[in-house]
């Protein structure tokens, strides 16, 4: 049974930082372009960051410069350093496996088939 789980998430005053993991269990991604999406109450969900299996990586405008995603192959996860955080931030994370081995970097949330739970993300003023 394949198996994303996300951890990390919590309550930040603005400017701090959170290190958001995941860790995959079931079967190994190390050729699928793995993402983090986000989804704000209301709102839809949305691409935040994304790398690809060589570690080529692309960001969603409104977190340029402040997150970073890395991922350790050998331990099958996913890392998203959240630096400066903003009360916009606030959401739940989701990391997400790309279907296509191999693919690029793509954003849009359909060209993921696996999901984690989520982990909630507060940013406080």
């Known amino acids: 049974q394949v198996q994303l789980v996300e951890s990390g998430g919590g309550l930040v005053q603005a400017g701090g930082s959170l290190r958001l993991s995941c860790v995959a269990s079931?079967?190994?991604?190390?050729?699928?372009?793995m993402g983090w999406f986000r989804q704000a109450p209301g709102k839809e969900r949305e691409f935040a960051a994304v790398i690809n299996w060589s570690g080529d990586t692309k960001y969603a405008d409104s977190v340029k410069g402040r997150f970073t995603i890395s991922r350790d192959n050998a331990k099958n996860t996913i890392y998203l350093q959240m630096n400066s955080l903003k009360r916009e931030d606030t959401a739940v994370y989701y990391c997400a496996a790309d279907r296509t081995i191999g693919a690029n970097l793509r954003v849009g949330p359909v060209e993921y088939e696996y999901w984690g739970q989520g982990t909630q993300v507060s940013v406080s003023s």
């Open positions: 079931g079967r190994t991604f190390v050729t699928h372009t």
